[in-house]
């Protein structure tokens, strides 16, 4: 059974940094994308970044401006979200998710997702 949990979320004043962490387990991964996902209350759920499990292909919503990193590390199954510069508008729960689609940047793409973990900025 694939499971993806998040962790690493929490309050932080804006300027701030967190870093968010995925476990991945129950298949392997190889061939597969990584992405975060973030919603906040009354908005829909959007991208925020993407990478390939097997390394490279990271992507960034416009929104990121290089405020955000992705990464992944392939022998502890983990994938990581930087988050830097944080703002309260960056305030939402962010979703961990995988797809076998290599280039996805939409939430019907993605085939598993974890439970999320919020991150709230305050101003």
């Known amino acids: 059974q694939v499971q993806l949990v998040e962790s690493g979320g929490g309050l932080v004043q804006a300027g701030g940094s967190l870093r968010l962490s995925c476990a991945a387990s129950?298949?392997?991964?190889?061939?597969?994308?990584m992405g975060w996902f973030r919603q906040a209350p009354g908005k829909e759920r959007e991208f925020v970044a993407r990478?390939?499990?097997?390394?490279?292909?990271?992507y960034y919503g416009d929104f990121v401006k290089g405020r955000f990193t992705i990464s992944r590390d392939y022998a502890k199954n983990m994938m990581y979200l930087q988050l830097n510069s944080l703002k309260p508008e960056d305030t939402a729960v962010y979703y961990c998710?995988?797809?076998?689609?290599?280039?996805?940047?939409?939430?019907?793409?993605?085939?598993?997702w974890g439970q999320g973990t919020q991150v709230t900025v305050s101003s």
């Open positions: 990478i390939r499990w097997s390394g490279g292909g990271t």
């Open positions: 129950g298949r392997t991964f190889s061939g597969y994308a």
């Open positions: 998710a995988a797809t076998n689609a290599m280039w996805a940047t939409s939430r019907p793409d993605y085939e598993y």
